[in-house]
């Protein structure tokens, strides 16, 4: 989420810095240059190296084009600019809900918030660069975990939050990214599909992503990394990327393995010339050029010279907004990536896919709607609990219901949060682990359910929690015990495992056998043990299929094409 970034730019000299002082590493050639990092803590360290030119001027809303070469020392010290986003959108609430759900005393809430409110972060559309940190002096190459971060395809950065010394020293190379967002990474309009080559618009950040897998595929060895296996995961928007880089034709054959964590793309239909939930890209394009006072033969031209600031609001209108997310346009994303995954035609990678037990406890707070793809509205008493639930799932409500306690008015929003997670996030996870599986392919699924360790904890085991223990650190005094620094050498460990060979399992972990559908089973990453186990919210998941594959029919039934 946005705020962590922000919170670990704040506190980079004191969780990155400290300890040991750094010394230079040696200089490591690449395609474009030579380049110096830091050294310390037994990992080296470099930081906003570009892998793509700045999209800025007659580059914005382009496909990415290829860094510049230097033949000095690049000094990969600082992280470059987060790609454009605002920073005021939101936070306050979020980390509100966050940390009084969390059981956080009021004084390190207040703590937390000042450090906040003095901090600020660079951001900029000159963005496009990468972080690396790798063991020193490893013995031969080492696999590569490519993290893509969350943020609604609208905030966050690859920058010091996920800088883990840590993760890197169980044997890997750890890179992490920065990539166009919200209108600048995923505006579709007809005019940029008429200027492209491939007739492809709206899908800038998708582009990014895999450029940057490119450089990693051209670079990685010169830092000890394996160009032959790497690993792409990332958590919410990160996961939802994993899913769409898999289900893409240009980016199957740049990775070997993938991790979804809370995201699959299953939920996502946006397409630029074809209206369904929302308006089409292409109509959300022409609204953002009517918005901004321009039309005609030279509306993008116009755009492109706009500055950020002018285009501010309209970035955030919430009909504009609701449809930056990857697109299908017939050649990034030839159709859903549910569609993609439901023929067969996906990556045909090990994969690790899941999600976390209370990923609605704060995301509903934020106005989420509580089916995804069902109506629009959140209930508060059980007649609309019981509409809702007619209205999405038809015939199979009653199923749905059984999954959920709903006595009086009083239960209708827990109820409501724990609906909204299952149906953008578990369930999901279930159904790729199927699909993955139906094709030939191994998955692993997992439930994630650690609790704040707080007596006044309300939000469980929370939207993104996970990203603490896979990389080591999180918002600073949040509650942890002993269990928390086991969680994460068992998450850490399983996560590299998998990177070096597919399966995460190893002697020291507890066993996790492969997803199959006829008897499915997920590891629990439980708030005090972690195991296997049947998939414990299997009824609802194919209680809820339906409903799922209309959506995903009636997606079909517009196909990309048209101009």
């Not at 008429?194 to 492809?200: H, L, R, T």
């Not at 850490?492 to 056998?513: H, I, K, M």
Request: glycine content about 12%; aromatic content about 10%; hydrophobic content about 40%.
């Amino acid at each position: 989420m946005r705020i962590l970034g922000l919170v670990g730019c704040l506190l980079c000299a004191t969780l990155v810095s400290g300890g040991c002082g750094p010394s230079a590493t040696g200089i490591v050639a690449t395609a474009n240059g030579p380049i110096q990092g830091i050294s310390q803590d037994g990992v080296n360290i470099f930081r906003g190296i570009p892998y793509a030119a700045p999209p800025v001027g007659d580059l914005r809303w382009r496909a990415p084009q290829p860094a510049a070469t230097w033949k000095a020392p690049l000094q990969a010290t600082e992280f470059g600019a987060m790609c454009w986003q605002d920073l005021s959108a939101g936070d306050a609430v979020f980390l509100t809900t966050l940390t009084e759900g969390a059981g956080m005393g009021g004084f390190t809430r207040w703590l937390l918030n000042t450090l906040v409110s003095l901090g600020s972060a660079e951001v900029s559309e000159d963005c496009l660069t990468l972080n690396i940190v790798a063991p020193v002096d490893p013995e031969g190459p080492l696999p590569v975990l490519f993290w893509i971060h969350g943020g609604g395809h609208q905030f966050g950065s690859g920058g010091v939050m996920y800088e883990s010394p840590q993760l890197a020293a169980r044997g890997a190379v750890v890179v992490t990214i920065n990539y166009r967002l919200g209108l600048y990474g995923f505006l579709a309009h007809p005019d940029l599909a008429a200027e492209d080559p491939k007739g492809s618009s709206g899908n800038y950040g998708m582009l990014d992503q895999i450029a940057a897998l490119e450089w990693v595929r051209d670079n990685i060895a010169a830092f000890g990394g394996d160009p032959d296996n790497v690993t792409i995961f990332g958590e919410s928007a990160g996961g939802h990327s994993v899913g769409q880089l898999m289900a893409s034709p240009l980016s199957q054959q740049l990775f070997h393995r993938a991790i979804a964590q809370s995201g699959t793309g299953f939920y996502q239909f946006q397409a630029t010339d074809a209206a369904y939930e929302r308006l089409s890209g292409f109509d959300a394009g022409r609204r953002v050029a009517a918005m901004a006072g321009v039309s005609g033969a030279n509306e993008i031209a116009a755009l492109r010279k706009m500055s950020v600031e002018a285009l501010r609001d309209i970035a955030f209108d919430p009909d504009i907004s609701a449809t930056l997310h990857p697109q299908i346009d017939g050649h990034v994303l030839p159709v859903s990536t549910a569609q993609t995954f439901h023929e067969g035609r996906q990556a045909a990678v090990p994969l690790i896919v899941g999600s976390n037990a209370d990923e609605g406890s704060v995301l509903y707070h934020m106005g989420l709607n509580p089916i995804d793809g069902g109506p629009q509205r959140q209930p508060q008493t059980v007649p609309e609990w019981d509409t809702l639930l007619a209205e999405a799932f038809g015939e199979d409500a009653a199923n749905v219901a059984l999954a959920y306690t709903v006595d009086t008015d009083a239960d209708v929003v827990k109820a409501a949060e724990q609906l909204m997670g299952d149906t953008w996030f578990g369930r999901h996870a279930f159904y790729m682990a199927e699909m993955h599986v139906a094709a030939g392919h191994p998955a692993y699924l997992y439930m994630y359910e650690r609790r704040p360790p707080a007596e006044n904890e309300t939000i469980g085991a929370s939207h993104a929690l996970e990203i603490s223990h896979v990389f080591g650190g999180f918002i600073p005094f949040w509650p942890s015990d002993a269990r928390d620094d086991e969680l994460t050498r068992e998450m850490q460990s399983y996560w590299v495992t998998f990177a070096a060979d597919g399966n995460p399992n190893a002697d020291e972990l507890p066993a996790w056998r492969q997803f199959a559908d006829l008897e499915p089973f997920e590891m629990a990453f439980g708030h005090d043990v972690t195991g296997e186990r049947r998939v414990a919210r299997e009824d609802r998941y194919r209680a809820m299929a339906g409903q799922f594959e209309a959506r995903l029919t009636n997606a079909t039934l517009a196909p990309v094409g048209g101009r």
